[in-house]
């Protein structure tokens, strides 16, 4: 079955890096489009970076990668801000889009806390 495992969170200083992965399996993962998303308290799901690109807010300090040959992508973050603080998303569809509805399978999800 298609499963898709985030890891990397963590708490860091406002300025700081992370690099969060994503492991997947259970499909043909060079075919779907892979989207990062994420989720702060008391807002809706936002697409953060994927195969269309970036939002507005993180463009210049994030960076997504995929490597087809080990079913992994990653989310590189730099000059992390407090306002990058929710529990990001891997998800995977047959659609390339930025809207959450048109992904099909979701990670768990991983906590990224950035302390001013």
């Known amino acids: 079955q298609v499963q898709l495992v985030e890891s990397g969170g963590g708490l860091v200083q406002a300025g700081g890096s992370l690099r969060l992965s994503c492991a997947a399996s259970?499909?043909?993962?060079?075919?779907?489009?892979i989207g990062w998303f994420r989720q702060a308290p008391g807002k809706e799901r936002e697409f953060v970076a994927g195969n269309t690109g970036y939002t507005d807010s993180v463009k210049g300090r994030f960076t997504v990668s995929r490597d087809n040959a080990k079913n992994m992508v990653y989310l590189q973050m730099n000059s992390l801000k407090p306002e990058d603080t929710a529990v990001y998303y891997c998800a995977t569809g047959r659609k390339f889009s930025q809207v959450p509805k048109d992904y099909d399978y979701w990670g768990q999800g991983t906590q990224v806390t950035v302390s001013s």
């Open positions: 259970g499909f043909s993962f060079s075919l779907y489009a």
